[in-house]
Every structure is written in C-alpha cells, then in structure tokens.
C-alpha cells in the first residue's frame, strides 16, 4: 500500500470517527475538542495524501505547505483536549493553564503568518517512486520544535490523567489513552526525526498515517465502552515532577542526538532513522512495564512462581495501610482510603464498602471505586434481603465467592456488586467484623487480567479486612466516646443546677407559704429580706464561678515578691478560730507573675485545706525555691483524699468531695498555674492528709 492510499485511509477513518463523536455521542467539552482534533488529523493526511499523488514541485510544494499550516494547530487542540477528559475540576485547570494555553495557539499562528503559509524552503529532485523530498525551513524548523515541546505535554497530561484514575475508571479510558499515546509518540517521533535531518522524508509521512490508524482502532475499541467520557479524577500537580512521560522524552533525545553525533563523526548517517526508530520502540516498551497494571501483575507474579516469593510484599502493605488510615477521623473519608487501598493492594478494578447502621437492620453505602451514590441507592438490598446478608456474614470471617455461592444472601450481594465486563473474575464478599461486632461488608471483583483470587490473596484479605473492620469500629467508637463526654458534661452542669436550685426553690417556697400569715410581723419581714438576699448572692456567686469554664484567662504578669503576696493572702485566713496556721517562708527572688490570679490560688488551697481538717488540724504554707523554680506550699492533717480520686477527678470540673462544692475550684487553679507555664503537684492518703505544690517559673 502507498503512501497516498495510507494517508487517504487514516483520513477517512479520522474523519468518520470526529462525526460519530458529535452525532451519536453526548456533547461537552470534551467530546468538541475530540471531534475538532481529529478533524484536523483528517485533513491533514488529506493534504498529505494529494501532496505524494502530485508529481509537479509547485503542486506538491503547495499541499505540503497546506498541510502544514493545518498541522500547526493540531498539538493546541488536543492540549485543550488532555486538559480536559477526564477531568473533574476543568475550569480550575483551564484557568490555571490560560496563559500557556494562548502561547500554544498564539506561536504557532504567528509562525503561519510571519512564513505566509511558505514552509518549504527546496526539493530534492523525484526519487524512483516519483515523490519529491521537501526541505522545511527557518519558519517551519521552528513550528516542528514547538510540534516538539507541546505533544510532550499532551503526553504528559494523558500520563497524569491515567495515574490518578483508578480501579472502573482507568478501565474505562484505558484505551482512549493508549491510542492517543501511541499518537503523540509516533509524532514525536517523527517532529524529531525532520529536525534532525531537516527533511520530510516520505516514509515519516507513511508512519504518521499508520499511527493514526493504530490510533482510530484503539480509540474505537475505547467508545464501545460504557462511560468512556463519564470519569472525573483530579490529577495532583506533583504529578509532573514524577512524569514517566517527560523522564522517557529527555532520555530518547538525548539518545538520539548522541547517535546523530556518532553518525556523523563515522561518516555514516543514512542509518540514524532506523537507530532512532528502535530506541523510540525499547522506550514504548519500557513505559508500558512501568504504568500497565497487567504487566506489572505478570511482572509479580513471574517472580513469585520462579523466585519463591509472596505475591504481596505484606510489610509495603502494612506500611501502606498504616500511613493511608491513621489520619482518617471521619467515617466516609476513612472508607473511602480503604477502597482504594484494596483496590490497589488486589489489583480489583471494583471495591465496595457497605455498613451495618446501628439498629443492625440496614446496610449503607460508605465508599466505592465503581459505584457513585446514585447507584449504590439504586442497588440498596431490601430488609429481608439485608438480614440474611447480615446473618450469614456474622458468623463468617473468611472472604466467600460470591459468584461460586448458591446462597439467597450470596445472590443478593450479587446485585450489590453488579459486573461491568465479562470474564473480569470471580467477586469475593468479605465480612469486616472486629471484636465479634459486624461493622460491615466488603465486596470486591473485576481483577486486572480475570485473575482468580488464590490462597495468599484470600488469606491477606481475610487480614486486611480485620484491620479495616478495626479501623472504623475505632471511629465509630470514637464518636460514640466523644458524644457521650459531651452528654456526661452537659448532665453534671444540668445535675448540680437542678440540685442548687431545688434548695434555692425550697427556701423561696417555705418563705412564700408563710408570708400571708406572717406579713405584719417586723421580725418576720426582716427575716424574709435576709433571706432573699442571701439567696440571690448565692445564685449571682453560682452563675459567677460556672463563667469561669467560658472565659478566656488572661494573666498579667508583674515582677512580684511571692513571700509578701503570700503574707498580704493569709491576713484573712490568720483570723479563723480553730486553725493553725503555721508559714515557713524561705528567701526567693523576685519573680514575674499575676498577684490576682495567684492570690486566688493560693486563698482556693487553703480553704480546701481548712474543711479537710478535723478537732486538732493544721495548715502550713511554705515556700521554696527548686533549681529554676519556686515553690508554694499548701499541706493540711486533714481526711485526704483517694488515690481514685486523685487520677481520674481532681482537675476535672464538677468532680468534688465535698458536700456543698461544685468542682470548680481546683480546675481553675490548674488553669491559672499553667497560663503561667508552671505546674501543680498533689500528694494525699486517706486520714493523714494533703499536700499541694504549685510551681511557677523564674523566666
């Protein structure tokens, strides 16, 4: 077959394949850039066809230049193009890439209208097949280098589209992308080879119509698949730093400018596009090891057959699962790391994870690789159909064939699990159940190559799931934990309330019952006043200490003498009759602190101090200095408390023994002492006693 009959052929195959996109598919964004891209393949090769049919310079000279000039905006367009299959977040790309976006269509227009469509600078005289060879010049040396640089980056967003597609997805556009990629290359390729040799020899031509061949068939094969438009996926932007795409660019130009050098030090250079040819080919090969998932799965398991080696590398694995799920706090962000993982980890295109709500009566979607929310409702089991479900996993740890199954319940997750292609593999349903509690279900299929899943799969499966069944049953315990603080709170505040005003009540409601009688009694009246009074200071002195857990602490520091601070406090205290009060006061420096919030302190530890104190207790307040700290003292002979008590109540607010208290005042303490960067220490026993030491820096 000619060169003329190839291009003819890829032309007509292009320009059938942009109708069919437009008329029989729906139309986006995509779907246009589709269609125009390969309308100007089509003409292109159009032109190129009557460029080798024509026999005269001047009208080959002028097909070539035609054909040119269309070319020119081929790479533009299929760069909107990979900027936008696929994608689920195009506008936010498109903006990103405005400005290269216009340099890709602003230079090449400028390169046509500064040539004025004139590419060819000369001809070589006909060959034994009548085609004449034309010579590009300055103008057109320059639009093949751009040619160049933009089919990289086409490639390169194909590359990072694939990379961040995964499981349903990436079989959905698989072939899309490889027929673009095989595209590209080929015209990568080729742009090289006639900057190289500053000629378009005719047989390039003749693979760039082959490629376009290869091309049409492949994405032929891709259309006939459900969905092939339908993906988003949001490739990361660190993407183009590990491109597989630009690493094999550089090395296949490197290598190739090398062997052109070689050639044309030995005096042979009529070779250089076959050396060429061969290095583009091992280059396609090796990218092809390195981003197909069935290669890769061969790659496994050759090794694991011919060098006595697991299938999985089961420290990778747990590595991997440990950083993807520790950071995962929320339930769906959690399920939906673990379908990936299983995913990647079982080379399953479709995995789907199911929860048993609380009431055990229902299974709800929680994440998927294949399934969106829409459908998953759509494929929701009925009660009964949930129920044996949930019956017959209880009891089952083990990872079960669904598809070898003749089981009611088996049946059901079928539908659950719906197959997207045939011969993909058996599906396989995993209970997640930890601590004998089923958290959920776990429905996987669709394997790389319809590979059947073995003994060690199973078996990592089986430990996988335990782990993920753990994961989420931590969550869910963790919320639960969270809820029920909230609730323990909220019924302590309530609790003490309901208490103190009941008394409060009481009172008023006594006072009220005797007012009538005893109204015009003086003494009474004086009574009722006091009364009143005294409760409205005691719910003011309430409402006053319960703002505390609310309001910011702010903390005044001022450079103080702690042994005089603590002087001036004990004034009051000294006056109690019934205690002893004994002070031992060492010589300390002066030191930057709040007198207010310290004094308050200090006036809170004592008071406790005095109603722990029985007949015959005492008080002593000391101070001391510790290396960089100073010390103050507070210890009492009175009841003490537990050791219970000290570890899981002291600091905690509304927790006190005592009969009257609130609980208020230690955690206020604790506050105060640490927005001064110090601390406080406690030691007590029953019966003989307490002792506080409140820290505070020098600096």
Not at 138 to 158: E, G, H, P, Q, R
Not at 232 to 246: E, F, G
Not at 512 to 521: G, K, T
Not at 608 to 631: C, F, K, M, Q, Y
Request: aromatic share 8%.
């Amino acid at each position: 077959m000619d060169n003329s009959t190839l291009a003819f052929l890829s032309a007509f195959c292009a320009g059938a394949m942009a109708l069919a996109v437009v008329f029989l598919e729906r139309r986006s964004r995509a779907h246009w850039l589709f269609a125009l891209g390969m309308a100007l393949l089509a003409v292109e090769r159009l032109f190129a066809g009557f460029a080798a049919d024509s026999f005269l310079a001047d009208e080959a000279a002028a097909w070539h230049n035609r054909g040119l000039v269309i070319g020119a905006f081929v790479p533009p367009i299929w760069l909107c193009f990979s900027l936008s299959y696929g994608r689920g977040d195009q506008a936010r790309v498109f903006a990103r890439w405005r400005f290269r976006l216009a340099a890709a269509f602003l230079i090449p227009l400028g390169l046509v209208l500064a040539s004025g469509g004139r590419f060819f600078a000369s001809f070589d005289p006909p060959g034994p097949d009548g085609y004449r060879t034309p010579h590009p010049g300055t103008f057109a040396f320059f639009l093949y280098l751009v040619f160049l640089l933009t089919t990289i980056v086409v490639l390169m967003n194909l590359e990072g589209t694939y990379r961040a597609s995964m499981g349903m997805m990436r079989w959905r556009i698989k072939f899309m992308i490889l027929g673009l990629s095989a595209l590209f290359v080929v015209r990568a390729y080729t742009s090289s080879q006639t900057l190289l040799s500053r000629a378009a020899d005719p047989g390039l031509q003749t693979v760039n119509s082959i490629a376009l061949l290869v091309a049409c068939l492949l994405i032929t094969r891709s259309l006939l698949r459900v969905g092939h438009f339908e993906v988003d996926v949001y490739p990361s932007q660190s993407i183009l730093y590990s491109s597989v795409t630009l690493l094999l660019s550089g090395c296949y130009l490197i290598i190739v400018g090398v062997l052109a050098k070689l050639l044309a030090f030995l005096g042979g250079g009529a070779s250089l596009q076959e050396q060429a040819l061969v290095v583009l080919v091992l280059l396609v090969i090796l990218s092809m090891v390195l981003l197909s998932d069935r290669v890769r799965l061969y790659i496994k398991r050759f090794l694991s057959r011919h060098f006595q080696r697991p299938i999985h590398d089961y420290r990778s694995v747990w590595r991997t699962f440990t950083e993807r799920t520790a950071r995962q706090v929320e339930q769906s962000e959690l399920a939906d790391a673990l379908v990936k993982l299983v995913s990647e980890i079982f080379q399953a295109h479709s995995a789907t994870i199911w929860l048993v709500d609380e009431a055990k009566e229902k299974l709800a979607f929680a994440a998927s690789t294949s399934l969106s929310p829409a459908k998953a409702d759509l494929l929701a089991l009925d009660p009964a159909a949930t129920a044996e479900v949930i019956k017959a996993l209880r009891g089952h740890p083990d990872p079960v064939d669904i598809d070898a199954s003749k089981e009611i319940w088996a049946s059901a997750l079928r539908r659950c699990h719906p197959e997207e292609f045939r011969n993909a593999g058996n599906r396989i349903a995993v209970s997640l159940a930890a601590a004998t509690e089923l958290v959920g279900i776990l429905t996987l299929g669709e394997r790389v190559g319809g590979e059947p899943f073995s003994l060690q799969d199973l078996d990592l499966l089986k430990s996988v799931s335990y782990q993920a069944a753990t994961a989420l049953l931590n969550v869910q315990l963790s919320h639960r934990l969270s809820q029920a603080k909230q609730l323990e709170a909220f019924q302590a505040m309530s609790a003490f309330f309901v208490h103190d005003l009941k008394n409060t009540a009481s009172t008023l409601s006594l006072m009220l019952q005797n007012l009538p009688v005893h109204y015009q009694d003086p003494t009474f009246r004086q009574d009722a006043l006091r009364g009143i009074s005294k409760t409205v200071t005691h719910i003011n002195d309430v409402i006053s200490r319960l703002t505390l857990l609310r309001q910011e602490l702010a903390i005044r520091p001022v450079e103080c003498d702690l042994n005089q601070l603590v002087t001036e406090a004990l004034e009051a205290q000294e006056q109690v009759p019934g205690v002893e009060l004994v002070k031992q006061f060492q010589p300390l420096p002066k030191v930057r602190l709040d007198p207010v919030q310290i004094e308050k302190v200090l006036t809170n530890l004592v008071l406790n101090a005095r109603e722990a104190l029985g007949p015959g207790g005492h008080i002593r307040v000391e101070t001391s200095r510790r290396d960089s700290w100073v010390v103050l003292g507070v210890a009492d002979n009175g009841c003490g408390m537990s050791p219970e008590f000290l570890e899981r109540s002291l600091f905690r607010p509304f927790r006190t023994t005592k009969k009257n208290g609130i609980g208020i005042g230690m955690f206020h303490c604790k506050m105060i002492v640490e927005a001064h960067r110090g601390r406080i220490e406690v030691e007590s026993a029953l019966g003989k006693g307490t002792a506080f030491r409140v820290l505070l820096p020098l600096t």
